[in-house]
């Protein structure tokens, strides 16, 4: 190895089995078409009820009872307003049960605003004790979500746009959150309190009053099923035309610097206002919906309660109640109204809360492309040879990238694999890592298939270093430890020297601590490839792979850069991509691709004397490196 500071990640263990476990392990799935409740929520249920957190169902068990309880006062409160009222107009009933200064009206008033508190308590620590289990409900969906998304093939993330599938996750944690506390929290108990309210009307007053309260909850259940159903579909439009506009923003703001080089700023504008002004007319849809849905609503609140009052006033002028009665049938129907406003607004966020959780649920129910098969070992490197055997791949069965591609990299040897553009270079080091698998033929390493071994070991013994360098936006302390996350600063800092780049980060008013910014775009093309260099040294793995690593910096950079890359190649079995035919020069054996097929392979003096397509290519980038050199040193020149 180049350093006995780096440790090989190839003597390590290469997966904790335990994490993998955890990773992958979820219930699974039911499949449902669009806007099937029922199956949506057999999906959420297990995490609404968890079966590993004992704790969280003791939480529930408490909250339902305090809710119960909460829901029993809150009846009983009328009463005792009703019994403040009649005692202070005289008609106050006997109550010898009672001792009279509870009977006072002052008494009564106090026990009303104490009745009052105590069933706000009691709501409150229902709330408090269900916080828990909504919280667990979303962390645990969202982790889950988002280990998924990672599990999922490169083939998958390159049709997906990134900013749209922030919005599916941001927006299905949301909808957990609003279908468990809606659920459990809201939805049960105005169940519970309409069924304890009729039952408590029909026994102060008459059945006709749970007539006509019958009619109005039947009436309003469903305006608001109906009103909300056809917002369902305006929710839809408007989600869609939201992810549209969020997808195409973030995709505009990662291409910065592209959209600066054609100045194309109010292209973007437009762009984006075209999706915002389709997300205006479904929003304004929706809110113009919601203003009739309420007004709809309130109407046949209004209507039942005036028939309800109308009764009562009618039984007082006859004798046939108190005074408390009317102001009791009153007050029982403003607190019936509450959970009655509630249903409209349960359900509508409910039904909101489902639509979002739909596209997570989708999104959880894509199969992932490249499975670890059920008897997958972790890949055990003792030489790292690797081998291509008639290897046939396609994205598309009528465009072929490879065709019957044959060779071998032996342990501790280099192989080059040039070309032109689109001969398939890139397409080798995305099947070695198995991003795709192959279409026909076999890659071994150390004679194991690759596809029979798990895909964390697998990719764990193999080092990249790539064309774009995209760094994360953090520190570059942070960058460079990535390659192993248990790393020491002083492992880090060794990598650091060792890439060449430990000076240029200690010259840093932060050193370390440096900011790169969004991508990494506060360094430059060289620096952030010396920072993948010593990120790549720290992972210390036995396989390396050079995917065009230096095509896309000057030729003083790239000499710069080579040197750097030399000694991370040293003792590796390593698969050099190559664009600049120069840095391939000294590989073991060069092999010439052309249209997925290998047409030449050899060492670089062996190809040139065959003078065939590498001749060709040699030739046309050393004239080309020529004028390079001879433009460089005029402009040295002419700065003098």
């Not at 169902?57 to 019994?83: D, E, Q, R, S």
């Not at 990662?254 to 762009?271: I, M, Q």
């Not at 398939?424 to 596809?451: C, E, H, M, N, Q």
């Not at 996350?485 to 601590?513: C, N, R, T, W």
Request: charged share 25%; glycine share 6%; aromatic share 8%.
């Amino acid at each position: 190895m180049a350093s006995s500071k780096i440790k090989s990640a190839g003597n390590q263990p290469a997966d904790d089995k335990s994490t993998r476990t955890n990773a992958t392990s979820r219930p699974s799935l039911v499949s449902a078409e669009s806007g099937d409740m029922a199956t949506t929520l057999r999906n959420l249920w297990p995490y609404m009820w968890p079966t590993d957190r004992p704790d969280l169902k003791l939480n529930v068990l408490w909250a339902m009872a305090f809710m119960l309880i909460g829901k029993l006062i809150t009846v009983f409160i009328p009463y005792l307003y009703k019994m403040a009222t009649d005692s202070l107009t005289g008609e106050l009933g006997d109550y010898g049960y009672l001792p009279p200064l509870l009977l006072a009206p002052f008494m009564l008033v106090i026990a009303y605003n104490v009745g009052r508190l105590v069933m706000v308590g009691f709501n409150q620590a229902r709330d408090a004790l269900f916080a828990g289990v909504g919280q667990n409900a979303v962390r645990q969906l969202s982790s889950i979500t988002f280990r998924h998304m990672h599990s999922l093939s490169l083939r998958y993330h390159l049709q997906r746009r990134t900013g749209g599938l922030s919005r599916v996750i941001e927006r299905g944690t949301k909808g957990i959150d609003s279908i468990v506390r809606f659920t459990i929290l809201n939805g049960i108990p105005t169940v519970i309190e309409f069924a304890l309210m009729a039952m408590f009307i029909w026994y102060l007053f008459d059945a006709w009053y749970v007539l006509v309260i019958g009619v109005m909850v039947w009436l309003y259940t469903w305006f608001s099923i109906k009103a909300t159903n056809r917002r369902i579909e305006i929710r839809r439009d408007m989600n869609t035309n939201d992810t549209e506009a969020n997808a195409k923003a973030v995709d505009s703001l990662l291409n910065f610097e592209t959209v600066k080089y054609f100045g194309n700023e109010d292209l973007e504008a437009r762009r984006f206002d075209e999706s915002m002004a389709r997300f205006e007319t479904a929003a304004v849809k929706v809110w113009t919906s919601l203003a009739w849905l309420n007004f709809g609503q309130t109407a046949i609140i209004t209507i039942g309660m005036g028939a309800c009052m109308a009764m009562s006033a009618l039984a007082v002028q006859r004798g046939e109640q108190t005074l408390g009665d009317f102001v009791m049938i009153n007050a029982l129907l403003m607190q019936l109204s509450i959970p009655l406003n509630f249903i409209g607004f349960i359900y509508r966020e409910i039904r909101q809360g489902f639509t979002d959780l739909e596209e997570m649920f989708s999104l959880l129910g894509v199969d992932q492309e490249i499975q670890d098969d059920p008897d997958a070992h972790d890949l055990e490197i003792s030489e790292g040879t690797i081998c291509f055997k008639d290897v046939s791949f396609h994205y598309d069965p009528e465009r072929k990238i490879l065709k019957k591609v044959d060779f071998e990299v032996p342990a501790g040897k280099t192989v080059a694999i040039v070309g032109p553009s689109g001969a398939g270079k890139s397409t080798i080091s995305r099947l070695l890592f198995r991003f795709y698998d192959v279409t026909s033929g076999a890659i071994t390493i150390d004679g194991a298939d690759i596809k029979n071994v798990t895909q964390n070991s697998l990719r764990q013994q193999i080092g990249m270093v790539p064309q774009d360098t995209v760094l994360f936006n953090e520190s570059i302390l942070y960058n460079i430890r990535y390659g192993r996350p248990g790393a020491s600063d002083e492992e880090v800092e060794h990598a650091a020297e060792m890439a060449q780049i430990g000076d240029f980060i200690k010259s840093l008013p932060d050193g370390y601590h440096t900011q790169v910014g969004e991508r990494g775009l506060k360094l430059s093309g060289g620096e952030k490839q010396r920072v993948a260099i010593a990120r790549t040294l720290l992972k210390a793995p036995p396989i390396l792979i050079l995917d065009e690593a230096t095509s896309a910096l000057d030729t003083q950079t790239e000499r710069e850069i080579q040197s750097a890359l030399d000694i991370v190649s040293q003792n590796r079995t390593t698969l050099v991509i190559a664009h600049r035919l120069s840095t391939v020069v000294s590989a073991d054996e060069i092999i010439v691709l052309r249209q997925g097929e290998i047409i030449e392979r050899g060492t670089h003096k062996k190809l040139l004397s065959k003078k065939g397509l590498y001749f060709d290519m040699w030739n046309r980038q050393r004239e080309a490196s020529k004028a390079e050199d001879r433009l460089r040193v005029a402009r040295e020149l002419a700065d003098q």
